[in-house]
Every structure is written in structure tokens, then in C-alpha cells.
């Protein structure tokens, strides 16, 4: 996939940094015995330190961090990993630059490549304050790809986890306001979590069993406040576009070997 668009030695480098991730790695799925995510959340970070320490220009690693999106998207179709959601940490900075970099890449012109493999996408964020031109798109996409049943992926575009959680109370209020069946409470009970849940931008995915940070971060920097209450993580110290096959294996290897819990206590030994 070439990279360029006028940025020199761009395509060269990335195909080098993505070669020295790769080295020794296959496209095996990890074998381990224990559990499989059904939803893997990518916190993208990294990019522009990537640049830097390339000597290149930061718009080199946002250019290098979007082709890496779909490196993962391929092996996540490979490996049967139903729902991918991603989440860039340039653009969730406020970098418009980053973000539109982003809409074009996955909504525009690496849309075809994602249909062919039979993936859906979906942006979730706060559409309101995208231009016709970006909103047009994105919708054009997800219409197209609506009925593929490969992987659900799900890139994140002007999010913030706290809005989101407000947009969706309002949207939960407003269904009560209207009278609608199947928001209003029966006699005797109260709201639930399952109805907030399928207000947030997620509603009707699963909430994320495993959750992965590069680039060294290690907070969730105002995403997914909600869902991730029993995601598990794991913390990569390599920039996102030096995130590849080995770390990605490394990752659900480890997800595999976890004695997740979900907020209880671990069983008591029969010893």
C-alpha cells in the first residue's frame, strides 16, 4: 500500500519500521486455550513522536499511523476477532488535521479495499460538528458496507467519552419525554444500564473485552468511560506505527492467560 502522497521517503520508512515489528512473526493466531475478545479497542498513540524519531515530518506519522490501521484490520479478519474499534490519540488532541487524514484514509479511499473484505464500518463520536462534506461521507460508507458481516470496525471521530455518556442520557430523556414503549420503565422498576449502554455511540456492540495502548500511554485519556469497566488491558511502549503482527499476537496471547473477573472475587482454591 503505497503512503507517499508527497511526503518524501515516507513509504520506504514505514515498510522498513513495519519489516523490524514483523521480524520472525507469522500470521498465526495465538493457540492458547483461554478465551477470545470478541471486541478489541486500539488506543492509537505515537504517531508524531514516531515522526520525530524519523526525522520526518508529524504528518508522516499521522500518514504512517492510518495505513497501519489497516495491517491490523487484516489480521483481525485472519484471526476471527468480530468487533475492532479504534481511537486515535492525534485526533482526539484536537488535531483536525489528523482526523481528517483519518476520514479520508478509512471512510474514502481505502473504502473499497475494507468492502471487498467484507468489513463494516461505523464512526462513532459527535457528528454535529463535522462538515457536510466529512459527515457525507462517512454516511455513504457505512450504508455501503452495512449488510458485511467480517468485522465490525469502528473508528472513533471527534469523541470524548464524557460527552458521549451525556448524549446519551439526553437521548434517553428525550425517549422518555416522547412516551416510547421500550424506554419507559414499568411500574416498579427503574432505568437500567442496557438502555444507557444502547444510547452511547456503541449501542449494539459488545463493551470491549480488551483494550490496547501504545506509544507508552497508559490512561484511557477521556475514551470509552463506559464500556471498559471490565475490559482488560495491555500497555505497548512502541509508537502505533511500529504496532504490528508480533505485538498484536503478544497482546491476545496474553488476554488468553488472564482470570478475568468482571468485578468479582477470584474462586476460592478446592486445596
Known amino acids: ?3 507517499g502522497n508527497g511526503i ?27 478465551p477470545w475478545p470478541a471486541h478489541v479497542a486500539m488506543i492509537m498513540a505515537g504517531n508524531e513522536h514516531w515522526a520525530r524519531a524519523q526525522g520526518l515530518d508529524p504528518t508522516a506519522g499521522w500518514q504512517c499511523g492510518a495505513a497501519n490501521i489497516f495491517v491490523l484490520v487484516d489480521l483481525a479478519v485472519k484471526w476471527q476477532i468480530p468487533y475492532l474499534s479504534l481511537f486515535d490519540a492525534d485526533a482526539a488532541c484536537g488535531n483536525s488535521k489528523a482526523q481528517k487524514l483519518l476520514i479520508t484514509r478509512v471512510f474514502d479511499t481505502g473504502l473499497q479495499a475494507l468492502h471487498d473484505k467484507r468489513v463494516a464500518v461505523r464512526m462513532i463520536g459527535d457528528r454535529r460538528s463535522l462538515s457536510p462534506g466529512e459527515l457525507g461521507r462517512i454516511l455513504a460508507a ?13 473508528l472513533a471521530v471527534n469523541y470524548d467519552g464524557r460527552s458521549e455518556i451525556v448524549r446519551a442520557a ?7 419525554t416522547c412516551g416510547e414503549q421500550n424506554a419507559r420503565p414499568h411500574k416498579g422498576q427503574t432505568l437500567n444500564e442496557t438502555q444507557l449502554s444502547d444510547n452511547l455511540d456503541t449501542g449494539g456492540m459488545p463493551d470491549p473485552d480488551l483494550v490496547i495502548l501504545t506509544g507508552g500511554r497508559q490512561h484511557l485519556g477521556n475514551r470509552l468511560l463506559w ?31 488472564r482470570d478475568r473477573r468482571f468485578g468479582g472475587r477470584p474462586a476460592k482454591s478446592s486445596a
Open 1 to 3: 500500500m503505497a503512503l
Open 8 to 34: 518524501p521517503q515516507l513509504d520506504r520508512v514505514a515498510r522498513a519500521a513495519r519489516a523490524a515489528s514483523d521480524k520472525g512473526g507469522a500470521d498465526r493466531k495465538p493457540s492458547g486455550s483461554g
Open 142 to 154: 457505512e450504508r455501503l458496507t452495512a449488510t458485511n458481516d467480517q468485522l465490525r470496525l469502528s
Open 170 to 176: 439526553r437521548r434517553l430523556a428525550q425517549q422518555l
Open 227 to 257: 464500556q471498559s469497566a471490565y475490559a482488560e488491558f495491555a500497555f505497548f511502549e512502541v509508537d502505533w506505527p511500529d504496532f504490528g503482527r508480533r505485538e498484536f499476537q503478544q497482546a491476545l496471547a496474553d488476554f488468553q492467560q
